[in-house]
């Protein structure tokens, strides 16, 4: 999977700085930060803990509830959560935050 990322200034120094003392470009520190912090199974599948579980599981639940083959529904679903993610970059935005939404 190729994930394109939009780091602040900040990030991205702290990166490089990161990557140079380990002697690794940038995109390997990237992917070992990655896979020395992601939790995995034996099967190397992603286990949420279980605090996390029911948090998970509630909207997951809803998904299913909510589950349509509509093309309208769908559309409109899909308007609402651009929305959604134009609503929440606009506001991190304007603090200063790292925007969440791609």
């Not at 520190?29 to 949420?48: F, S, W």
């Amino acid at each position: 999977m190729t994930l394109i990322l939009d780091l602040s200034d900040q990030d991205e120094t702290r990166l490089v700085e990161l990557a140079r003392s380990q002697g690794l470009d940038p995109a390997e520190a990237a992917m070992r930060l990655i896979h020395d912090h992601l939790p995995t199974n034996p099967k190397g599948e992603n286990v949420p803990d279980a605090e996390n579980s029911r948090a998970i599981s509630l909207p997951r639940s809803w998904l299913a509830e909510e589950a349509t083959a509509d093309p309208q529904a769908i559309r409109d679903a899909q308007e609402e959560m651009e929305e959604f993610k134009r609503s929440m970059n606009a506001n991190r935005e304007a603090t200063g935050e790292r925007l969440v939404c791609p």
